[in-house]
């Protein structure tokens, strides 16, 4: 499907999957991306202890591994909630060990990932930062699986040439994940773009999963759309949850309660299962 | 969810779900769109009476029961194929009549109308005529269901306000059909917003359904976001089919071939039956 | 600069420009379009008798020679103003004769085409009807000259292989207007592609105005556009002008107060002076 | 203008314009951005010595008192030419002392911005980095004025959010630059957005000027939209001139020549003067 593609091969050389089976899984302690159907559940922001732990228990009791939670939430305003920070990343260790779930949280400078790389299993480098490069190369020379987001009016390509810096600097742990890209819509925040996804997984070597919680910004539409992205063959999604949504600092409206959260789980795994059953035969 | 529209409620009085219950469904003959997962299938447009046959046939065979095909085929540029007009509608009476397929076609013009609804089912407007006024006003004074397709650039409240045109003029049979909209992404053709479809949905009583074929443009991509629209609780899809993608007059590249969507159907309803249940105990 | 587009050029042979003096201009009654800088101006609907003198007097007073005005306005919702229709296309008849000007209004549908081309001097095509084709193709054989609007999410490309519809089925008086294009910005109505408007004018022979009164619907913001679009080299501007903005019934945010519109003209025809002699030596 | 905006006007407090008079510009050893119209010019990026001082020698020539030149270019694919880096500042620094003119040049990460600060006069953010809040806060640390550039997908508003952030961490120096926006138009690299320029000038006390050569990315176009952004009454122009664009190594197709930036320069200013005092007159 390269061929599609306007720029030679080579801006792409190590993200390019070059063979049907050529893929590459994320593995951290033991639980996967990549491999499977991967859950990656949490507050969009860690508020507070009472917060925290009560969102971990919820998706541990679901049998969900990835826990997400922004230490530093980056905002357009500089006048909206920020986020914890220091305390935020505490709250993330003692959830880490408590809970034993693996941490996936945001770094937002290069300066500052040596500290979050402390606590978090996979790094995440949000939307607004896909084209800074200077962090790329840090996250390049980390240990630590990165998780990439789509910039917001990135293209497929220019996406997939961000996970190339990562790579190129040495770090080949790397999970794509498309979280809505802007058009003139505006009943949702942001347009799931499910179909680039698809592209970017037939394209790319990479773990490919979508976050439709940040994408659509309406909870009764992110079942729906979890469960379309679970079917449609992608490796995982990254789902909000928090203990009381209406309480909640930051997008309490895209994030679902623990009883969403919990009917919702195994409805993905089902599909996903049937989903990958299907692709075996086609 | 209507609080979210910047208008107020009455310029989509008609259309407007009231209640969680609300729900229309329209049938042709014994089958219905709406009641159910639909699946809608055929070719871009009728090239020949042995193309339209052997379509009619892998469709048939497959326990599908709606046939789609363009007789005439809007196109940007007036110097690509058109279609077979008068003729493509001939070949659509006979799949009716030998295959007892129920015929979804497009009509591009109110002084069409009345031809074209002699051998249709169920009458197509394309896109590019989600605005046009006086076609909305004809096609709802008709006697025949309309397939109402989103304009490539058209809101989602935009596209339930041209549905409530139809519905003012007299005619309550309205399908809604997502068939991408124009982003910066050139990987797909359109980019296809099920997030919209889920929402439009979520707000009106009128069936809504998804063209994966038509928004992505890329046949590979197809059944994986086909088997997506299926798992979010759509009601239904529209997908092209050809006997022969490699040799078809138009879009070719985004036609399954027969054994593609021979391996499609059952996943879909399987997928469909799971997230029908899922919604039930959601 | 023909070679940055995709398909062949023969897919615009006719509108295609194909040496640098290769211009066509568009004359009604001794004044033209594409020959200076043309101003087209008038309210966004025709709404009564009394604002529609008011305002034929404000556009005479400035000695501009082109009136607009809707007989009949196509909104998204039904439930907005529509125009009066025949009483709409009456009043404009009588501009017409009292004062002299050269008449500018729309056409929604190939069968209203003859009744408008009697009082119209220049027949509009709106941006919802640019892939219209059977509109295209009647006004292709009207003897009046044809006003093609830019669909809101067509590219510069569509757009001109709609114009090349109008002069393949035999009316070569065709000129282009740009009328903003939808994306993601929300603070104006449309954004105004000024330069798909330059890209447009260097690779057709057809004359190509601007429309800032509708691309950006904020009337604060529009002699600004407009003066922008006389600096650059277009071939004229389209704008509303209503005698009392704040009791318009359609568009009133939009359109320029009669002082406004009066202390614009000269500026717009010194910029275009100096902008046509800065061409001359570049 | 302000009421069309959705957020309370606090996450405006310090960049919102309060009065009509209120404005702000910014001077550097002289000369001033927001007083008169301002043209930056340079190309885009530092090669060599040679290509340097031929482009300042030109610069000079016309007058001009801005510089422009990246040491450092940004590039979506980390395998395209990236700028001389260190070898880039130095060569800058002998053109600001050899011609007098001052230089503006970006800044691509906070460690790196007090090198850059000792040999730029002004501190450019691109548009990748609109969001990079660290680097958005360093740069409010610093003494040197920063020109911030529009995001290519961030609407006015978050521009605007974005120069809140600055001026909040005590740099009331702030000059503000649109430079294209990401449309699904092909035919220019961006859509150009002088109405969002014009309406971001009309509610920020902070100068306000435009990059046609980055928005259009076609050297044949950038001369018109110069002149349109002169006329429309922003604070400025920023435009890439190259000596020898044909064989430039980053972005040489929207160079202009020397011969081309000559006759363009003296054009601008008039444009611009008589535009003033239109604005003055309406």
Redesign the interface.
């Known amino acids: 499907?390269l061929a599609?593609?306007?720029?030679n091969g080579?801006?792409l050389k190590l993200v390019r999957r070059d063979s049907p089976g050529h893929r590459t899984s994320i593995t951290v302690r033991g639980d996967s991306i990549g491999c499977g159907f991967a859950i990656i559940a949490g507050p969009c922001a860690v508020e507070s202890r009472d917060q925290d732990m009560r969102a971990a228990e919820v998706v541990t009791a679901c049998g969900v591994k990835f826990f997400r939670g922004g230490e530093f939430k980056?905002r357009?305003?500089?006048?909206?909630f920020q986020g914890l920070r220091d305390e935020g990343l505490r709250l993330l260790g003692e959830v880490r060990s408590k809970f034993g779930l693996r941490i996936v949280t945001g770094v937002?400078?290069?300066?500052?990932l040596p500290a979050v790389a402390e606590v978090a299993d996979v790094l995440q480098i949000g939307s607004?930062?896909m084209?800074?490069?200077?962090l790329l190369e840090v996250a390049g020379r980390s240990a630590r699986p990165i998780l990439l987001k789509r910039?917001?009016?990135a293209?497929?390509?220019?996406w997939l040439?961000?996970a190339?810096?990562v790579l190129?600097a040495g770090n080949a742990q790397v999970v794509l994940c498309e979280r809505g890209?802007?058009?003139?819509?505006?009943?949702?925040r942001n347009?799931?773009?499910?179909?680039?996804a698809?592209?970017a997984q037939?394209n790319t070597h990479l773990p490919v999963i979508v976050d439709?919680s940040h994408?659509?910004g309406?909870a009764?539409?992110v079942?729906?759309?979890a469960?379309?992205?679970?079917?449609?063959?992608v490796d995982g999604v990254m789902i909000e949850v928090h203990p009381a949504p209406e309480s909640a600092l930051s997008d309490g409206q895209q994030a679902l309660s623990p009883e969403?959260f919990r009917?919702?789980v195994p409805?993905l795994r089902?599909?996903a299962d049937?989903?990958g059953r299907?692709k075996e035969?086609?």
Chains 1, 2, 3, 4 share one sequence.
């Open positions: 499907m599609r593609w306007e720029t080579d801006s980056p357009t305003s500089h006048y909206a937002m400078d290069a300066e500052l607004r930062n084209h800074n490069y200077p910039g917001m009016s293209t497929v390509q220019e040439q961000a190339e810096y190129l890209i802007r058009t003139f819509e505006t009943m949702t347009t799931l773009d499910l179909a680039g698809v592209m037939s439709p994408a659509v309406v009764d539409a079942p729906a759309l469960r379309a992205a679970a079917a449609s063959g969403e009917a919702l409805q089902q599909l049937l989903s299907a035969h086609s």
